[in-house]
């Protein structure tokens, strides 16, 4: 039995205590600065107002835009986890409303050479996640890197975050092409369903995802579904410069309302034929394809 295999039944045996799954959603954009994290943190705000235990997973340890949102300097991170005798739990930064918010460190870039015991701690405590929420979204690094493609390929829903200019088109398309490129890649089990951002009407919305998923049709043969719009606002805008949360600030703002019927859309779906759904299941498959 090689290592990878032997590492597969350790997952395997972990998930076997644990029933009920957190739902896992990832948020990622082929450049930076298009309103990744914002998308993050707001919908976590209203999935708790819709009624669900939220944890907002903080992957892209560069920049920690979620902490800046928040307003929060966590104390440990990821890597307590792994190569401390941490659990999940205690590295659980409280936020506003109770939402939770785990910041993944250095700790992310090494989840690729982690032994038999820290893959075994690692689950253990990762799947006791479970118990803690009901929504866990993953913030992603931005752009075309082996640690974004890692989430997304492993991901059964990624939300591509695009805004109108060019080169976020352009590095939207980069990054699709990247995951439609890697092996690990499953159409089947991985649905890109892309937000844009920054438009000034729906129509504008829908057909700047018409423009991008008629290229990955014909250059990848792959398609993406489109989830909503979130339009130019000048009260986001104000709460970006006053690191507010505009969900929170404003509700009643056009992109909190935006915010709001993303989120009514996600957990108006059924999902309970997709047994890829779980956030067992998707950490299990983080570390098989890693």
């Not at 109770?98 to 075994?120: P, W």
């Not at 709001?260 to 997709?274: F, M, P, V």
Request: net charge neutral.
């Amino acid at each position: 039995m090689d290592q990878a295999q032997h590492l597969r039944n350790i997952v395997k045996a972990q998930e076997l205590n644990y029933i009920q799954q957190a739902r896992v959603i990832t948020v990622t954009s082929g450049k930076g600065g298009v309103g990744k994290s914002n998308l993050a943190v707001n919908l976590g705000v209203w999935f708790r107002q819709l009624g669900k235990r939220v944890i907002i997973f903080d992957a892209d340890f560069g920049l920690a835009n979620v902490e800046v949102l928040f307003g929060r300097v966590p104390k440990y991170n990821l890597s307590d986890v792994i190569y401390g005798d941490m659990k999940i739990a205690d590295i659980v930064s409280e936020g506003p409303m109770g939402i939770g918010f785990v910041s993944g460190g250095s700790g992310i870039v090494s989840l690729n050479n982690l032994d038999e015991l820290q893959v075994r701690h690692l689950i253990r405590s990762l799947s006791e996640l479970n118990a803690l929420c009901d929504v866990l979204i993953i913030d992603t690094g931005a752009g075309v890197s082996d640690t974004v493609l890692e989430f997304a390929v492993a991901s059964p829903e990624v939300l591509l975050v695009t805004t109108p200019e060019p080169t976020s088109i352009t590095d939207s398309y980069s990054l699709v092409k990247a995951m439609h490129k890697s092996p690990k890649y499953d159409p089947k089990m991985t649905k890109i369903r892309m937000v844009a951002n920054k438009v000034n009407s729906l129509e504008e919305g829908k057909n700047l995802y018409q423009k991008l998923n008629s290229v990955v049709g014909r250059f990848l043969q792959g398609q993406m579904e489109y989830l909503g719009m979130v339009p130019s606002d000048r009260a986001l805008e104000q709460a970006v410069i006053h690191q507010q949360i505009v969900s929170i600030a404003s509700p009643s703002a056009r992109s909190s309302k935006a915010f709001e019927q993303i989120a009514k859309t996600i957990l108006g779906e059924d999902t309970t034929t997709n047994n890829r759904w779980g956030l067992t299941d998707f950490f299990r498959n983080f570390i098989n394809k890693s």
